[in-house]
């Protein structure tokens, strides 16, 4: 890795109905071992994107992709109008470009262990768009209320339920006004009557029009709350289109497979 | 006779105590560039860190004293003004215990998940930003109550400047007890030891336990 990414350039004429996330044969390889090959997609404003598929399947790196938390090998992301090439070198400053566009939710939280609730949300505003601390913070305030967790703010993640400190990662991410939320299997960490709170929040953001890329094991949101459904296998994408549509009438042989086995356990 | 004993012996004390702090402080620095430097990308610099931390921690500290005080003499006379005990002792002792802490420092940061780094560059907080507001007080919380073990057994390895002729405890000491043929000089020594170790390690307890029901985790 590392070496292997090119200029970001701002689209300077950004047609109102481009996708917000593109990807153009994206590659992803380890020496011999292909982990993405060739992947292209795109999500439009305000669509949810979910990504299922067996475990391996690539589901993951493409997500952490999109916002060059893994360096793809080759191909092109164009996230809100600006865009990555693999090939050249990235600087800090595109990085940073394409990184403020996006939000990303992790499976395991990664909340900062030594700051509140409170602080979590507002050190990153107050570090990467420059906002005063009392503005950090009653955004952070607001954030905190709207996922329901308004008296937590004092409260460090340690003392805090896993579907608690879920919420308070997404509203982490929300602060910083990203374009384009990514949430990588959200509810894999939890319990699954936990997992609905943080399931919840998400069908919210969803519905006033967060533009959303998931990958998940939850079959329910995939099928109901999803606008376009990739399943993908080694690394590539076997079937994309209406989440009801591929649910009730499978295309591919292995998808068929992946479905029964993941929805006879439900 | 005793009384004396106690007064002599205890004019080593403040020496014992800076060879220690300066020696620590020395060290404590030192490991900042090496610990870097063994997670540089380039693999020669990484072989340059690794073999000083080998090299030091692998030959004793009273060698160290005996190399450093009398090595440079060897080849120029005039270089024993510049190493004198003093220096050459604070030189071998913060020399090792950079070893020591570059050791510390890694492990430290060993112990903090990836994805806190991870989460620091989605969120696009810069990498310093990231090491100094995410990476570094999580280092801290491991990183304190481990040096302070460290700098605890520095002040006793310490003692062992007395054979380059440092003035600290135990060269008070032992000279007390060539004149006198006894050995209470070296009780006394002892207890100013403990008087010395005691209220540190009650401090460093003190001080883990109040950083880890700060972070629990």
């Known amino acids: 890795m590392g070496h292997g990414i090119s200029e970001a350039i701002v689209d300077p004429i950004q047609r109102p109905d ?3 996330i593109r990807l153009h044969n994206v590659d992803k390889r380890f020496g011999e ?4 090959d060739q992947v292209s997609l795109s999500v439009d404003p305000g669509q949810v994107l979910a990504l299922i598929g067996p475990s391996g399947a690539g ?42 566009r996006v939000g990303m939710v992790f499976q395991s939280f990664n909340l900062f262990p030594h700051m509140t609730a409170l ?24 954030l905190l209320k709207r996922v329901g967790l308004a008296d937590k703010a004092q409260q460090y993640p340690t003392r805090c339920s896993g ?24 509810t894999s960490a939890l319990d699954p009557e936990v997992g609905l709170e943080v399931l919840r929040v998400m069908r919210e953001l969803a519905d006033e029009g967060m533009t959303m890329a998931v990958v998940t094991h939850e079959m329910q949101f995939a099928r109901n709350v999803s606008d376009h459904l990739v ?21 591919q042989q292995r998808t068929r497979e992946f479905l029964r086995a993941v929805l006879e356990r439900e | 006779m005793t009384e004396n004993v106690w007064t002599f012996v205890a004019q080593g004390i403040s020496n014992t105590i800076g ?12 490991g900042i560039p090496l610990v870097a430097m063994r997670f540089a990308p380039l693999a020669p610099v990484r072989w340059i860190s690794g073999t000083y931390i080998q090299i030091t921690r692998g030959v004793p500290l009273v060698v160290w004293l005996f190399l450093i005080y009398n090595g440079p003499t060897q080849f120029d006379p005039s270089l024993g003004s510049v190493f004198t005990s003093w220096l050459s002792a604070l030189l071998a002792i913060g020399l090792v215990s950079g070893a020591h802490m570059a050791e510390i420092y890694r492990g430290s940061l060993r112990a903090v998940p990836l994805g806190q780094r991870e989460a620091g560059g989605a969120l696009g907080m810069t990498q310093v930003d990231t090491a100094a507001r995410i990476i570094a007080p999580q280092m801290l919380r491991t990183a304190i109550p481990a040096s302070a073990t460290y ?21 008070y000491a032992n000279t007390a007890a060539g004149t006198s043929s006894s050995a209470v000089p070296f009780l006394v020594a002892g207890v100013y030891y403990l008087a010395l170790t005691i209220p540190s390690a009650w401090g460093a307890r003190h001080l883990e336990t109040r950083l880890s029901r700060k972070v629990l985790r």
Not at chain 1, 33 to 36: C, D, G, P, Q
């Open chain 2, 19 to 30: 060879l220690t702090v300066l020696g620590f402080s020395l060290g404590a620095l030192l």
């Open chain 1, 59 to 100: 589901k993951s790196t493409l997500l952490r992709c999109i916002n060059l938390l893994e360096r793809p090998t080759g191909g092109t992301i164009t996230v809100d109008g600006v865009t990555i090439e693999a090939g050249h070198t990235v600087s800090a400053n595109e990085l940073a470009k394409l990184r403020s």
């Open chain 1, 33 to 36: 071992h292909t982990v993405l």
């Open chain 1, 163 to 186: 579907g608690q400190q879920q919420r308070i990662a997404i509203a982490r991410a929300l602060a910083l006004d990203p374009k384009v939320m990514l949430f990588d299997e959200p």
């Open chain 2, 151 to 171: 700098a605890i057994g520095l002040l006793k390895d310490s003692s062992l400047a007395s054979t380059i002729g440092v003035f600290e405890v135990t060269f």
């Open chain 1, 231 to 251: 399943v993908m296998s080694q690394g590539r994408i076997l079937e994309e289109g209406d989440p009801r549509q591929i649910f009730a009438n499978p295309q």
């Open chain 1, 119 to 142: 602080k979590n949300i507002a050190l990153p505003q107050q570090r990467v768009l420059g906002r005063s601390k009392k503005e950090a913070e009653d955004r952070a305030h607001a």
């Open chain 1, 18 to 20: 481009s996708p917000a």
